[in-house]
């Protein structure tokens, strides 16, 4: 599992060690070595965050800047993707999974989402990227479903190059996979004989695009770099936020930080933190992402969208 410990942790470490051992011998540890306690505005204690690397650098932006407003509070945030962070939090395993999609879709039992809160702190647009030796700057959504199911392997067949398309796919747990896949193979079967490689995180799909010539994936805006390789139109739609806004652009989602019904303090504070004005107001847009009130549509757990 893609993990990633802010990197303040040793500085907040030394500064709340004390600090958790006292909340520790007043409120009693939860299980895993958790804690809170709160004295005013000030909470303390444990969060660990885990799943979509989508969501990731968002988290990790607004720990950081919480835990130095907060140094009684670690704040630990992992990867792992989607799957494994509804997994994580309906086990009680951790105090936030961080997803792409509703729990519902992840989760055997439908009906366990209920014994979760979802908190939507984003809306992330996601697209695709292709190495930047490929001459093309937009492709149907018929090419690249596909080329998403091996159907189109060179992209001379769809107005480029004459060169091999390799395709880099997101792992299975993935929500950033799951979330392009639901709008752009729409159902379609994926052959058995299509083996396109996986790698477990945004970043390193990141790097793999940029690095390897013919390459096409597919990312969260917060991840686009044009300077290292280019973002795709899809249907001569270009992927921008107010795209998504709209709906224009058909491949996004929210971004969920679930918690259990009944959060310790310092995982409630942090969440509210996440949805209060320092994050929304600044760091949402600033790393790449759309708030929730600027969405002119919505979207439920079954994929149907409202204006």
């Known amino acids: ?74 704040i630990t945030v992992q990867g792992g993707g989607s799957g494994q962070g509804i997994t994580q939090i309906a086990q009680g395993a951790v105090q936030i999974g961080d997803s792409d999609v509703f729990a519902e879709s992840k989760l055997p039992n439908k009906s366990d989402a209920s014994k979760l809160t979802d908190n939507k702190v984003a809306v992330v647009g996601m697209g695709p990227v292709a190495n930047k030796d490929v001459a093309i700057d937009n492709l149907t959504m018929d090419q690249l479903k596909g080329i998403f199911t091996g159907t189109i392997t060179n992209w001379s067949q769809v107005g480029g190059p004459n060169e091999a398309i390799t395709v880099i796919n997101r792992a299975s747990g993935s929500g950033t996979r799951a979330t392009f896949e639901d709008a752009v193979l729409a159902g379609t079967a994926v052959p058995d004989s299509f ?15 940029a690095s390897t010539p013919g390459a096409i994936s597919y990312l969260a805006f917060s991840y686009f770099d044009d300077s290292q390789f280019k973002s ?3 249907d001569g739609v270009k992927p921008t936020k107010d795209n998504v806004t709209t709906n224009q652009w058909k491949i ?31 760091l ?17 757990a079954s994929g149907n969208v409202t204006v």
């Open 1 to 74: 599992m893609h993990t990633h410990i802010i990197d303040r942790r040793s500085f907040v470490a030394a500064a709340g060690t004390a600090a958790l051992v006292a909340a520790c011998a007043l409120a009693g540890c939860g299980q895993g070595g958790t804690s809170a306690a709160t004295t005013g505005s000030q909470a303390s204690g444990s969060v660990t965050a885990v799943g979509s690397t989508a969501l990731q650098p968002l988290v990790e932006a607004a720990a950081e800047q919480y835990m130095g407003k907060n140094p009684s509070v670690q």
């Open 195 to 209: 083996k396109p490689q996986e790698q477990d995180s945004s970043g390193t799909v990141a790097k793999m695009v």
């Open 232 to 234: 795709l139109s899809v």
């Open 252 to 282: 996004w989602a929210y971004e969920h930080m679930y918690t259990s019904t009944s959060p310790d303090a310092a995982t409630k504070a942090f969440v509210d933190y996440m949805l209060g004005s320092d994050v929304q107001g600044s």
């Open 284 to 300: 949402v847009e600033k790393n790449g992402y759309i708030p929730v009130s600027s969405m002119k549509v919505s979207r439920d």
